[in-house]
């Protein structure tokens, strides 16, 4: 049993009895962590005084059998790290988080750690703190986690037949875009317009996805979303909600 110092962002929280509960932890060097943490909902013991919610970030400490062990590890303490009040102001931006933090918990393995990709989740949550609109952060994030777990989809040329030019569908299945003459044959695709096209093959040309101040479009979001629900086997709960508010561009 070892004792485990890491950072932390809370992806989910699952009452486990009437004084526990179950927080799933994506942590910087030890990547997702089932932890349970005892007493955290009566407030008894000090170290769990303030109580914590989905999205916290903190420093925590937890008891650990090893990444082998099936038993949970065991939270013994919490700290906020920062304030991310900004975060519940708006719903809009509770959604995007919740929606990083259901991709996250669901595209990466227990004890995977991926430093870069919990930086990227950090800094997003921090960004949505004062976010006028938040389909540019969550859209980097979408870029973000598919780089990170090497699922990243082709956007400049047809990934069958290597044509630049015609593309006018995307396929999870083929992991990127298809062009018309390539399309007929394909069950599962998906079809995209030119603007998102151009978008798309844009944010394989600059390395730091979709960060330029135009702003990413609408169709490059539900077009990540579509290959994020493959990979995940089914749609983000928040997947459709934050769809229809870029689609129809809700100002609030
Ligand atoms: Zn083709």
């Not at 030890?30 to 989905?54: Q, S």
Request: hydrophobic content about 40%.
């Amino acid at each position: 049993m070892s004792l485990i110092h890491d950072e932390a962002v809370v992806l989910g929280r699952i009452d486990y009895s009437e004084t526990s509960q179950v927080l799933v932890l994506f942590t910087r060097e030890h990547g997702k962590v089932r932890t349970i943490a005892k007493g955290i909902k009566r407030g008894t013991k000090a170290r769990f005084a303030v109580g914590v919610d989905l999205l916290d970030v903190g420093h925590v400490v937890f008891s650990s059998h090893g990444e082998r062990s099936d038993t949970l590890a065991t939270l013994t303490e919490w700290k906020p790290s920062r304030s991310l009040w900004g975060l519940r102001e708006k719903l809009f931006r509770i959604h995007a988080g919740q929606y990083a933090a259901e991709v996250t918990a669901h595209l990466t393995e227990d004890w995977d750690a991926h430093a870069d990709l919990f930086d990227a989740l950090v800094s997003t949550l921090v960004a949505l703190t004062d976010a006028p609109e938040p389909l540019d952060l969550v859209t980097r994030y979408q870029f973000a986690i598919l780089d990170s777990i090497g699922s990243l989809p082709r956007f400049d040329t047809c990934v069958l037949c290597d044509r630049k030019e015609d593309l006018t569908h995307f396929s999870s299945f083929e992991g990127g875009l298809i062009c018309r003459h390539c399309e007929p044959g394909q069950v599962e695709k998906r079809e995209i317009s030119a603007g998102t096209v151009k978008a798309l093959g844009a944010s394989m040309v600059h390395d730091d996805h979709c960060s330029q101040s135009s702003g990413a479009p609408a169709g490059v979001f539900t077009v990540l979303n579509y290959h994020i629900a493959h990979l995940m086997g089914r749609e983000p709960v928040m997947g459709s909600t934050l769809v229809s508010r870029f689609t129809q561009r809700v100002v609030e």
